[in-house]
């Protein structure tokens, strides 16, 4: 085991014992991470800050039922990403689109020409998905960058499978307008 590692797992036990000083090291290391977390659901940074400071509270609260070891960035990561879905819940800004409403569409990601998408770096595709809809940001940002299934989406937001098959198909072809506006593709 690494050093930072085992440093890692001494502050999260630290964190156990309210240790402010653990929590204090473990917030200024994770905080950049988990803003970028925040910011993919949120444009709005203040949102996001806030949506954060209220993780690491829950985080810390919680600190007893953390038993990973020393994939703590990975549980505190799914902390960020659940309160801010509930905050998108509780604000009622995400409306999800029928499954009914997207009639014949494929999903088969395999498909997809990445080509397309050459000479646009991260940050640009960033803020075309800040772009869309929160529904079909949500449901892309828990996808793509989360990395959930379908069938996890659909048990997170409690909406159907096929609705989050068709908020991501819907996301994709708003991006592919954003995009092709932006870079004359």
Known sequence: MTAE???IISLI????KNDSKSQHIIYD???GKMMGVALRYFK???TASDVVQESFIKAFSKINQFEGGENFGGWLKRIVVNHSLDQLRKNKKVSFTSEDELQHQTYDDETEDLSYYSGINMNQILEAVHELSDSYKTVFNLYVLDGLTHKEIANVLGISEGTSKSN???AKKKLKTILSNRFNL
């Not at 036990?13 to 156990?16: D, L, Q, R």
């Open 5 to 7: 590692r085992l440093n």
């Open 13 to 16: 036990e630290g964190c156990k």
């Open 29 to 31: 290391k994770f905080y």
């Open 44 to 46: 709005d940074y203040d």
């Open 168 to 170: 991501y198909a819907k």
